[in-house]
């Protein structure tokens, strides 16, 4: 059977994974997608104008016409919902063709997302196996679909299957195809690499503690050091990259699996790497291993210095003493970090601001705070509190689960013109709060000078961020500003 796959954004391993299993049982795989330049989940760019200027969506529908599919996979976020549901109902409309849709989105609310005209299929959970088994079924031209994980429509009537284990051994998976998103990835500069699924913690926010709900706590697995190296030095020889990006929620959870592997990467690999991890995790052992292996920035969750927001409304319990101590550690050692920040907060206040402004303003070795807004996604616990402090309302509730409200970067879940405001003035502020020495952080927030700082123009505070990524000398930033230019040129170059 020949499957395309539709998707807005970046590199997705997800689609990588699903289109390996596929090509690996003998079936065909294709990608129409629209890099979303400029678009609302880039939170360096984001251009309203030039995400319309650069948009992709009429290419995308006629590279989904020109691919001839037997079945059209969209794998979704809740952002990227609505776009995925109107060109879900176009396609359905001119080709005709059988659609599933999986991911994030699908996998919290299936049974609103089957109720859909033009979905007629939706994979809840993990999807590897459960889109082989349907593929399989379709390509025997079979009316029944036995298949765990699967909802579909019966007659009219929408049909949900028992949900199967998560998978085990995740060392069986082959590769991802990488070459499936070869013309949007410039592997050379930068390969994104999974050394497990999941999380091991329920943050109220994060899609990640439905998973683990979904599938009773089991949902974190983690491959072999063998699997993870084996795979590394196939693409390496393959794409010859200069960098390493290990995309999973948490890297170093486990010292003695992290000590084989990082033995073996820096002698086989040693390439510079970058990765995600919790403060509470972390200690000076875990950090020379780090270091001496090549890791030049590590990147760190903080979304609040509020401790009681952090506990009753995030759920998370790392506290201020504790990433005080981590940020010094990393400082002595030399080792550059990324703070992830979120504004938007239930309760949040201009204290937290100020606190958080002063509290980063000390590090010496901080390399970015990448600023979030509070994402929300159907189902999460976090909704009940947003709803009790004002933030949202039952038509709100409507509007996420149909991917209308939200998204990482730009749309603020504040409701209040005011605090709006303070927000937008502190999170330009944050961004390149690196560059500016304490004496003058401390004069800015004195004097109030920070009010003015949502007026300062876009292009100032991409100048001013690309500073602080030369300042911390991050590599990843300029494989992206690189990205960039070679998108914009190869769509120009091609015709809008």
């Not at 989940?41 to 989904?64: A, G, H, M, P, W």
């Not at 009537?157 to 995740?170: E, M, S």
């Not at 903080?302 to 400082?331: G, H, P, W, Y």
């Amino acid at each position: 059977m020949r499957v395309t796959f539709v998707h807005l954004g970046r590199e997705n391993l997800g689609i990588e994974y699903l289109s390996s299993i596929l090509e690996k049982a003998g079936h065909e795989t294709f990608l129409a997608c629209d890099p979303g330049l400029f678009g609302f989940e880039d939170n360096v760019f984001y251009t309203s104008f030039l995400e319309k200027v650069f948009s992709q969506r009429e290419k995308v529908i006629d590279k989904i016409e020109k691919s001839a599919p037997d079945l059209v996979a969209f794998s979704v976020y809740t952002s990227t919902y609505a776009w995925a549901c109107d060109i879900a109902k176009i396609t359905k409309e001119r080709l005709g063709v059988k659609i599933v849709f999986g991911g994030v989105h699908a996998s919290l609310i299936p049974e609103s997302v089957i109720e859909k005209d033009f979905v007629d299929f939706v994979i809840e959970g993990e999807g590897e196996y459960a889109l082989l088994d349907l593929v399989e079924v379709l390509s025997l031209k079979k009316t029944g679909y036995d298949i765990e994980n699967l909802w579909y429509k019966n007659d009219g009537r929408v049909a949900r299957n028992r949900l199967r284990p998560p998978i085990q051994n995740l060392d069986l998976l082959p590769l991802p195809n990488k070459d499936i998103f070869g013309k949007y990835v410039n592997y050379k500069d930068d390969y994104m690499i999974m050394t497990g699924r999941g999380c091991v913690f329920n943050c109220s926010y994060c899609c990640e503690s439905y998973m683990n709900r979904l599938y009773d706590n089991k949902f974190y697995r983690r491959r072999s050091a063998e699997s993870v190296m084996h795979e590394l030095l196939v693409m390496k020889e393959k794409y010859n990259y200069r960098e390493v990006m290990f995309f999973d929620a948490l890297f170093f959870t486990d010292k003695e699996w992290l000590k084989v592997f990082l033995e073996r990467y820096k002698r086989e690999i040693g390439v510079p790497f970058k990765c995600r991890g919790k403060i509470t995790f972390f200690n000076e052992e875990i950090g020379r291993l780090l270091k001496e292996s090549g890791c030049y920035c590590l990147d760190f969750g903080m979304q609040t210095l509020n401790e009681s927001l952090k506990i009753d409304v995030l759920n998370r319990r790392e506290t201020n003493q504790c990433a005080e101590r981590v940020f010094k550690l990393c400082d002595r050692l030399k080792l550059r970090y990324d703070v992830d920040h979120m504004f938007g907060l239930p309760g949040e206040r201009l204290d937290d601001y100020f606190f958080g402004a002063r509290f980063y303003s000390r590090l010496k070795y901080i390399n970015r705070i990448k600023c979030f807004e509070l994402t929300y996604f159907p189902k999460m616990r976090i909704l009940a509190s947003a709803m009790d402090a004002g933030l949202l309302d039952e038509e709100d509730i409507a509007g996420i689960e149909k991917g209308r409200i939200g998204d990482f970067y730009h749309n603020s879940s504040v409701k209040n013109k005011a605090a709006e405001k303070t927000n937008r003035n502190f999170k330009v502020f944050y961004k390149f709060l690196p560059l500016v020495p304490c004496s003058c952080v401390r004069f800015i927030l004195k004097n109030k000078i920070y009010r003015v700082f949502r007026f300062i123009p876009a292009f100032v505070v991409v100048f001013l961020q690309i500073l602080v990524a030369i300042r911390g000398r991050d590599y990843r930033y300029f494989f992206y500003l690189k990205y960039y230019l070679l998108r914009v040129r190869r769509i120009i170059r091609n015709g809008f």
